[in-house]
């Protein structure tokens, strides 16, 4: 099935520095979608990209469709200590009923 | 909008005993997700619905897990019987298009 490599696992940063994670599939897909998971809540949608190449921003949030459509990034810039949580990326190939394909997670600490 | 309704939150049971987790969907969404979440194995999808059909239940990990949406506004997912193995986080989403709406979890816990 489609599978979605997420990376880094895991991040320790200083309050301030900016953050960039990425996911990279094996597969195209149609819609790319960045969640944040706070710590005893569900994930909640950040970003949500449909066209291969495009570049989207809220706030700090900064992401983009790679142009190969198998790849995207998400920037955080400034970081504060309420980035903490788990960040998912998540593909959508558009053929399944909404259904989405889920990265591994990236954890991010953020010291004050 | 409440958003995705999960109840219970918690729950703690002893191996061996039934246990049922429910799920009130966004209304008007008509695609349901049920997902399992530990430190292991991630966030795991074990079966979805669209339309209250389940199209998908291959993440479901054994025949002590089962899934029912008897109509548009609830679901169930069921394990019996259970085992600590068993014991995670069940997120239940539900959607209309693209994005994903996710409740609060119920956190299980099997002795």
């Known amino acids: 099935g489609q599978q979605l490599n997420q990376s880094p696992q895991s991040m320790f940063i200083q309050e301030g520095e900016d953050v960039s994670m990425n996911c990279t599939s094996s597969?195209?897909?149609?819609?790319w979608l960045w969640y944040k998971q706070d710590p005893g809540e569900g994930p909640v949608l950040l970003i949500a990209?449909?066209?291969?190449?495009e570049l989207t921003s809220n706030g700090r949030l900064t992401a983009q469709f790679g142009i190969t459509r198998k790849d995207s990034f998400l920037n955080i810039s400034a970081s504060i200590p309420s980035d903490v949580g788990i960040y998912f990326c998540?593909?959508?190939?558009?053929?399944?009923?909404?259904?989405?394909?889920f990265g591994d997670g990236t954890t991010l600490t953020v010291k004050p | 909008d409440a958003g995705v309704i999960q109840s219970p939150r918690h729950e703690v049971t002893e191996m061996g005993q039934e246990v049922t987790l429910r799920c009130k969907p966004i209304?008007?969404?008509?695609?349901l997700f049920w997902y399992r979440q530990t430190m292991m194995r991630g966030l795991e999808l074990l079966i979805y619905?669209?339309?209250?059909?389940?199209?998908?239940d291959s993440g479901m990990p054994e025949d002590r897990f089962s899934a029912k949406m008897p109509n548009a506004s609830f679901s169930t997912l069921k394990i019996q019987p259970s085992e600590p193995r068993d014991s995670a986080v069940y997120f239940c989403?539900?959607?209309?298009?693209?994005?994903?709406?996710f409740g609060p979890g119920t956190r299980l816990t099997v002795l």
């Open positions: 597969s195209i897909f149609n819609t």
């Open positions: 619905f669209n339309n209250n059909v389940p199209i998908d």
């Open positions: 209304s008007g969404h008509n695609s």
């Open positions: 989403a539900s959607s209309e298009s693209d994005t994903q709406y």
């Open positions: 990209l449909y066209k291969a190449g």
């Open positions: 998540a593909g959508l190939d558009n053929t399944n009923a909404g259904k989405s394909t």
